[in-house]
């Protein structure tokens, strides 16, 4: 098998173990993320019906996996399990292009372990089993914990090392194939006998220092060219004088500097954990010395237990269109049931008999008025026609009148004839002014009668076919009974946009207050949405009833209004939350001195004594001033506890 073969079997080799290795980090990265919730708040199992003797175990253990040391701990360790598993994906995109990875996660796998080991030996807490006589026992369980960790560890640990040592195996092919490459170029340019010095002395070299690998790099490069030649047996000249004298050569380095750095940061990370360990060890021991501090219970205070209502999904605007029995009959309905439409779409369209002939008879009349008005404007267009004649035969006698010779005597008789014309023809102009006039009346008249005619039989026609139009923009629901009767909607258009509409009782109506959040439930869907309040009637549904039946009633209920934030469907049953901003606590924290009421909250591990305004509303303590949500405060406060002493709680 050449260099090259076994180059890449070793890569193969590593490249696998790298995969197993990151496979089984990667798993635990994932499960430590699944885990986060978990580890950053445990929770106390239900204590309550365990055997009285193993109460104490119980309580012990979860002490311990709720301490801050814990937490911070898993935390570290799934980060450094995310940046190894960051490393292991580069080298194995490395070793896909057969290139040298990075050897950082596996030694840090190395020291997770020996940090595991540590932790587990350091940080179990010793258990009080309540017997001195087992007093030993926990230790021995910290010893078992510490071999199953180390045991558990080779999943971890064997993947790591077969990829050291396969990587080892590849730098030492890489290495054996260098060797072979700069033999055969020192073969073409050296003497046989410094040849084989310098391959040996060069061989040498390799195994001591890895960095060598750059001088045999440099070295074939130099070898190509004869120009290089004597530079390379100057190199290989004081090499055979070194093997002669190898007895005083200077001692190569044990390790390499790479190799120092990663066991300086190995060195570092186990300080640390003897760090770590040592101050989880000594707060453990401080948890033991808090043990023999007085024991309380506590609660937290909380608000108190929404209000439910029971309401029904309605649109939140409707329009409803009925039957007009003075616009016809129904002739077509435009729209379809179910349709969506927009305010201003024409829904619906009526057909009038009884002005259709309305509209026939105004008509007729308007073809009347349409002929007189035409006989009307004929006779002002003859009356105009005549008075022309007129002015032109007047202007015919005015030249000749102007053209006659005044001292002749002809001219004289010719003058008084054209004389006489024009005097005629005046009268006769003056006459035709008059007919025009009157004619251009009449034409007035007829054409104002036509105008009011058509305005009429435009008026009438606009009545004989009416459409109804949508009013709001919805969904158009069409009732085809509405046709035959005036009290059911033809067509109603109910929006889009929903809201609950509910009850409240007199009892809790001072609590319903527009502008407050509540969330809405869908009682067959489930489905639950926030909403607003944005209406409550002023006036009782029950008064409202009873003033129209003239029945009393002994309770009171009020209709409001939920705008949820998004649409419902119609008709869903709902049921309304109303979340009540009172805080509770239980009626035993309450210490009453005097007339004034306290609270002991426990604040960094100490009672402190507060002031506090509480009430008791039907066999519950709400409070009204001095505590907020979310303060815990001791339940069983007895006359030994004082205001700043420090108390172990549960």
Same mark, same amino acid.
């Given at each position: 098998?050449?260099?090259?073969?076994?180059?890449?079997?070793?890569?193969?080799?590593?490249?696998?173990?790298?995969?197993?290795?990151?496979?089984?980090?990667?798993?635990?990265?994932?499960?430590?993320?699944?885990?986060?919730?978990?580890?950053?708040?445990?929770?106390?199992?239900?204590?309550?019906?365990?055997?009285?003797?193993?109460?104490?175990?119980?309580?012990?253990?979860?002490?311990?996996?709720?301490?801050?040391?814990?937490?911070?701990?898993?935390?570290?360790?799934?980060?450094?399990?995310?940046?190894?598993?960051?490393?292991?994906?580069?080298?194995?995109?490395?070793?896909?292009?057969?290139?040298?990875?990075?050897?950082?996660?596996?030694?840090?796998?190395?020291?997770?372990?020996?940090?595991?080991?540590?932790?587990?030996?350091?940080?179990?807490?010793?258990?009080?089993?309540?017997?001195?006589?087992?007093?030993?026992?926990?230790?021995?369980?910290?010893?078992?914990?510490?071999?199953?960790?180390?045991?558990?560890?080779?999943?971890?640990?064997?993947?790591?090392?077969?990829?050291?040592?396969?990587?080892?195996? @590849?730098?030492?092919?890489?290495?054996?194939?260098?060797?072979?490459?700069?033999?055969?170029?020192?073969?073409?340019?050296?003497?046989?006998?410094?040849?084989?010095?310098?391959?040996?002395?060069?061989?040498?070299?390799?195994?001591?220092?890895?960095?060598?690998?750059?001088?045999?790099?440099?070295?074939?490069?130099?070898?190509?060219?004869?120009?290089?030649?004597?530079?390379?047996?100057?190199?290989?000249?004081?090499?055979?004088?070194?093997?002669?004298?190898?007895?005083?050569?200077?001692?190569?380095?044990?390790?390499?500097?790479?190799?120092?750095?990663?066991?300086?940061?190995?060195?570092?990370?186990?300080?640390?954990?003897?760090?770590?360990?040592?101050?989880?060890?000594?707060?453990?021991?401080?948890?033991?010395?808090?043990?023999?501090?007085?024991?309380?219970?506590?609660?937290?205070?909380?608000?108190?237990?929404?209000?439910?209502?029971?309401?029904?999904?309605?649109?939140?605007?409707?329009?409803?269109?009925?039957?007009?029995?003075?616009?016809?009959?129904?002739?077509?309905?435009?729209?379809?049931?179910?349709?969506?439409?927009?305010?201003?779409?024409?829904?619906?369209?009526?057909?009038?008999?009884?002005?259709?002939?309305?509209?026939?008879?105004?008509?007729?009349?308007?073809?009347?008025?349409?002929?007189?008005?035409?006989?009307?404007?004929?006779? *002002?267009?003859?009356?105009?026609?005549?008075?022309?004649?007129?002015?032109?035969?007047?202007?015919?006698?005015?030249?000749?009148?102007?053209?006659?010779?005044?001292?002749?005597?002809?001219?004289?008789?010719?003058?008084?004839?054209?004389?006489?014309?024009?005097?005629?023809?005046?009268?006769?102009?003056?006459?035709?002014?008059? @007919?025009?006039?009157?004619?251009?009346?009449? @034409?007035?008249?007829?054409? *104002?009668?036509?105008?009011?005619?058509?305005?009429?039989?435009?008026?009438?026609?606009?009545?004989?076919?009416?459409?109804?139009?949508?009013?709001?923009?919805?969904?158009?629901?069409?009732?085809?009974?509405?046709?035959?009767?005036?009290?059911?909607?033809?067509?109603?258009?109910?929006?889009?946009?929903?809201?609950?509409?509910?009850?409240?009782?007199?009892?809790?109506?001072?609590?319903?207050?527009?502008?407050?959040?509540?969330?809405?439930?869908?009682?067959?869907?489930?489905?639950?949405?926030?909403?607003?309040?944005?209406?409550?009637?002023?006036?009782?549904?029950?008064?409202?009833?009873?003033?129209?039946?003239?029945?009393?009633?002994?309770?009171?209920?009020?209709?409001?209004?939920?705008?949820?934030?998004?649409?419902?469907?119609?008709?869903?049953?709902?049921?309304?939350?109303?979340?009540?901003?009172?805080?509770?606590?239980?009626?035993?924290?309450?210490?009453?001195?005097?007339?004034?009421?306290?609270?002991?909250?426990?604040?960094?591990?100490?009672?402190?004594?507060?002031?506090?305004?509480?009430?008791?509303?039907?066999?519950?303590?709400?409070?009204?001033?001095?505590?907020?949500?979310?303060?815990?405060?001791?339940?069983?406060?007895?006359?030994?506890?004082?205001?700043?002493?420090?108390?172990?709680?549960?």
């Amino acid at each position: 098998m050449n260099h090259s073969e076994k180059v890449e079997r070793f890569f193969k080799k590593t490249k696998t173990w790298n995969m197993v290795l990151l496979i089984i980090v990667g798993l635990s990265a994932i499960m430590g993320i699944a885990n986060i919730p978990t580890t950053l708040n445990p929770q106390m199992a239900d204590i309550s019906n365990l055997p009285e003797e193993t109460v104490a175990i119980s309580e012990q253990l979860f002490a311990f996996q709720d301490s801050l040391v814990v937490k911070a701990y898993a935390i570290i360790t799934l980060l450094i399990d995310i940046a190894v598993v960051v490393l292991l994906f580069k080298n194995n995109r490395k070793l896909n292009q057969e290139k040298l990875p990075n050897t950082i996660p596996y030694y840090l796998q190395f020291a997770l372990v020996v940090v595991n080991v540590i932790y587990t030996l350091v940080l179990t807490p010793q258990i009080d089993l309540g017997d001195p006589s087992l007093s030993g026992v926990s230790s021995v369980l910290s010893i078992f914990s510490a071999i199953g960790v180390i045991i558990g560890s080779l999943f971890v640990l064997v993947p790591a090392l077969m990829a050291l040592l396969n990587l080892r195996k @590849v730098k030492g092919a890489i290495l054996e194939a260098d060797i072979s490459r700069a033999e055969l170029e020192a073969e073409k340019i050296v003497p046989e006998p410094a040849a084989v010095v310098a391959a040996e002395e060069l061989n040498d070299e390799l195994k001591a220092d890895d960095s060598v690998t750059e001088i045999v790099k440099e070295s074939q490069v130099e070898v190509k060219t004869d120009e290089k030649a004597s530079e390379l047996a100057a190199k290989t000249k004081p090499a055979s004088s070194l093997a002669a004298t190898s007895g005083t050569r200077k001692k190569e380095p044990r390790f390499s500097k790479k190799q120092k750095i990663i066991f300086g940061v190995l060195a570092g990370v186990a300080a640390i954990a003897l760090l770590v360990g040592g101050m989880m060890a000594f707060m453990a021991s401080q948890n033991n010395e808090a043990s023999a501090l007085p024991s309380y219970t506590t609660a937290e205070v909380t608000m108190a237990d929404p209000l439910t209502f029971n309401g029904t999904v309605e649109a939140e605007q409707t329009s409803d269109v009925y039957l007009d029995a003075t616009k016809g009959r129904i002739s077509e309905i435009l729209v379809a049931n179910g349709q969506e439409v927009a305010a201003g779409t024409p829904i619906l369209s009526y057909q009038s008999d009884e002005v259709a002939e309305q509209v026939k008879t105004a008509e007729q009349q308007l073809s009347t008025l349409n002929l007189q008005a035409t006989n009307a404007s004929a006779s *002002l267009q003859s009356a105009q026609t005549r008075k022309n004649e007129i002015q032109a035969n007047l202007t015919t006698a005015r030249n000749r009148f102007n053209g006659a010779d005044a001292n002749s005597p002809e001219g004289q008789v010719t003058r008084q004839e054209q004389q006489a014309l024009i005097d005629q023809y005046t009268q006769s102009i003056t006459a035709q002014d008059d @007919v025009i006039q009157q004619a251009q009346q009449a @034409v007035d008249a007829a054409n *104002l009668e036509v105008s009011n005619a058509n305005s009429n039989v435009e008026d009438l026609r606009s009545r004989v076919a009416t459409q109804v139009t949508a009013e709001i923009d919805g969904i158009a629901i069409v009732n085809e009974e509405g046709q035959m009767s005036a009290t059911v909607p033809v067509i109603q258009v109910v929006s889009k946009a929903t809201v609950i509409k509910t009850t409240v009782s007199e009892y809790d109506y001072h609590r319903i207050v527009v502008g407050r959040t509540v969330t809405a439930r869908a009682v067959s869907s489930d489905q639950s949405v926030n909403g607003t309040i944005t209406q409550v009637n002023l006036l009782p549904d029950a008064a409202a009833a009873a003033a129209a039946t003239g029945a009393t009633t002994t309770t009171a209920n009020y209709t409001f209004t939920v705008k949820p934030e998004s649409d419902m469907q119609y008709g869903y049953s709902c049921q309304v939350t109303l979340p009540l901003e009172e805080l509770r606590i239980p009626a035993s924290a309450v210490v009453t001195e005097g007339e004034m009421q306290f609270a002991y909250q426990v604040v960094d591990g100490q009672a402190v004594k507060t002031a506090i305004t509480a009430e008791d509303q039907s066999g519950v303590t709400v409070v009204r001033e001095g505590l907020e949500q979310g303060a815990q405060i001791i339940t069983n406060p007895d006359d030994q506890l004082t205001d700043g002493l420090e108390v172990m709680v549960n």
